[in-house]
């Protein structure tokens, strides 16, 4: 019977599953992405298309810089933690989507391509920029073309297309991964299905030692 569900599965796609981390942009948060980037995720860095272009970008803030300087800070420090944190062995680096908000303000495809050119000019020579998903289908000013960031209008939620031509390039970033076709043991799916089945929010570490030994799977210092 085992067997025979086992074989069933294999040859059924199970559906992808993702878990979404909302970070929170605040410096005071920096010293804590080593503990949560990782090669095995797909990044958006979000920021405000304001900031890059129209009258807004000129403006100075208390730090002195312009928004327009101010933004390529934030998005060279985020591609720059990436790179550090979302590394591998080979130096492959985790899939990265650029995503611009308050496409309600900035539409039209002049101002994307105007973006999209001010982005590549400024990373094109970061080790970061390798891992930048960019958007194939973009609208520019001489019809379609190639973004290198995903304008969105945040005021319609779902319904705006160019989050649902997001989603699909968060999919089929992730159906490239080699970790998702990595095979797990049988004894790790069930020690997994044990502790979720104590329905707790925390489990303690002796706890789960006990329950891996059970499954057997092996338990060391």
């Known amino acids: 019977?085992?067997?025979q569900l086992i074989l069933q599965r294999s040859r059924e796609e199970e559906p992808l599953r993702i878990?979404?981390?909302d970070f929170g942009g605040q410096k005071a948060f920096y010293s804590l992405h080593s503990l949560y980037l990782t090669r095995n995720s797909v990044y958006l860095v979000v920021f405000n298309m304001q900031w890059l272009v129209g009258a807004a970008a000129d403006e100075v803030g208390r730090d002195g810089l312009t928004k327009r300087a101010s933004c390529f800070n934030y998005l060279t420090f985020w591609l720059q933690s990436i790179h550090l944190h979302a590394k591998a062995a080979d130096d492959s680096v985790a899939p990265i989507l650029l995503v611009?908000?308050?496409?309600?303000?900035?539409c039209s495809p002049a101002e994307h391509g105007a973006i999209s050119s001010m982005i590549y000019d400024r990373f094109k020579a970061s080790p970061a920029f390798n891992s930048v998903?960019?958007?194939e289908q973009g609208t520019t000013s001489s019809g379609r073309g190639l973004l290198w960031f995903f304008p969105v209008d945040n005021t319609k939620s779902s319904a705006d297309k160019c989050i649902e031509k997001m989603k699909a390039?968060?999919?089929d970033c992730l159906k490239k991964e080699e970790?998702?076709?990595?095979k797990v043991p049988l004894p790790w799916l069930q020690a997994l299905d044990a502790i979720q089945a104590t329905k707790q929010s925390h489990v303690s570490l002796d706890a789960v030692m006990s329950i891996a030994q059970q499954k057997g799977l092996p338990v060391t210092q």
Do not use: E, F, T
Not at 100 to 106: A, E, K, L, T, V
Not at 179 to 182: A, E, T
């Open 1 to 3: 019977m085992n067997k």
């Open 179 to 182: 970790y998702l076709k990595r």
């Open 19 to 21: 878990n979404l981390l």
């Open 100 to 106: 611009g908000s308050h496409g309600d303000c900035i």
């Open 133 to 135: 998903v960019p958007l």
């Open 169 to 171: 390039a968060v999919q």
